[in-house]
């Protein structure tokens, strides 16, 4: 499995924050608070603010939908990649990095035995270059 596949995980992750964060946005607009009934004049009627709303929200929920269905399919595969190496401390690194998504800090203290950021990093590159080329 190549680097690019195993960080998929990683940017569905951010796709699914970042659509709900935009979904949390829309909806609150709905709500009383989120809209101006001063009485006021606004340009348009609330009716008209639910009405380009709503269809929004519920194409933006089907996305939020797919992405996670797509991100358990994606952890589903890089989980049964992960748990076909052999070496324990690689297995370890890998499922920290790209299924708990933690930073190389946190892999390193997370293993402890005086590893650093920096080793942890270079020591999972590596068994992914090697293991890549042994695919060719």
């Known amino acids: 499995m190549t680097l690019r596949e ?4 990683y940017y ?3 796709l699914i924050e970042r659509d709900s964060l935009r979904l949390a946005d829309l909806e609150s607009k709905l709500e009383p ?16 603010i639910i009405e380009e709303l709503v ?5 933006l929920k089907d996305r939020i939908k797919n992405e996670q269905i797509k991100y358990i399919s994606e952890r589903k595969n890089i989980d049964a990649y992960i748990s076909s190496v ?10 920290y990095r790209f ?3 933690m930073t190389w800090n946190q892999i390193a203290l997370s293993i402890g035995g005086g590893n650093t950021d920096d080793s942890v990093k270079k020591a ?6 090697r293991s890549e080329k042994g695919k060719k």
């Open 55 to 59: 269809p929004l929200i519920v194409e």
């Open 12 to 14: 569905l992750n951010k």
């Open 86 to 95: 052999d070496d324990y401390q690689m297995r370890l690194i890998l499922s």
């Open 33 to 48: 608070g989120g809209m101006n009934i001063s009485g006021m004049p606004h340009g348009s009627s609330s009716k008209n």
């Open 124 to 129: 999972c590159y590596r068994f992914l270059n």
């Open 6 to 9: 195993l960080s998929k995980l």
């Open 99 to 101: 299924i708990d998504l």
